[in-house]
């Protein structure tokens, strides 16, 4: 019944934009924060930015920082991720994690199935 619906990957060139998108479905998406992770090949998965649930706060890993946006729009239960300047590094599977928190405690947490994301000339 919960679902995470990726969409948006693909191949782009260096210096390139890419718009991710998941829609949610099948829970309370206001109450929680969302995030996106991604993991290259032969790498570890880390997190790349994430979002409050009503918005009012984000983080971002510094080697997207300032490329890299990511935002909300609770009236669709979706969350998105904008890309920019895309770098060959970028490239990796990008994931979408729902994460429910309550005082700092970790309740529930849903993910996506992940998209290709390919930077390459």
């Known amino acids: 019944q919960v679902q995470l619906v990726e969409s948006g990957g693909g191949l782009v060139q260096p210096g390139g934009s890419l718009r991710l998108s998941c829609a949610a479905s099948g829970f309370t998406f206001s109450s929680y924060a969302m995030n996106w992770y991604r993991q290259a090949p032969g790498k570890e998965r880390e997190l790349v930015a994430g979002?409050?649930?009503?918005?009012?706060?984000?983080s971002y890993a510094h080697s997207v920082k300032g490329r890299f946006t990511i935002s909300r729009d609770n009236a669709k239960n979706t969350v998105f991720l904008q890309m920019n300047s895309l770098n060959p590094e970028d490239t990796a599977v990008y994931y979408c994690?729902?994460?429910?928190?309550?005082?700092?405690?970790?309740?529930?947490?849903?993910w996506g199935q992940g998209t290709q994301v390919t930077v390459s000339s």
């Open positions: 994690n729902a994460e429910f928190r309550m005082f700092g405690f970790r309740r529930d947490q849903y």
């Open positions: 979002i409050s649930g009503d918005a009012g706060t984000t």
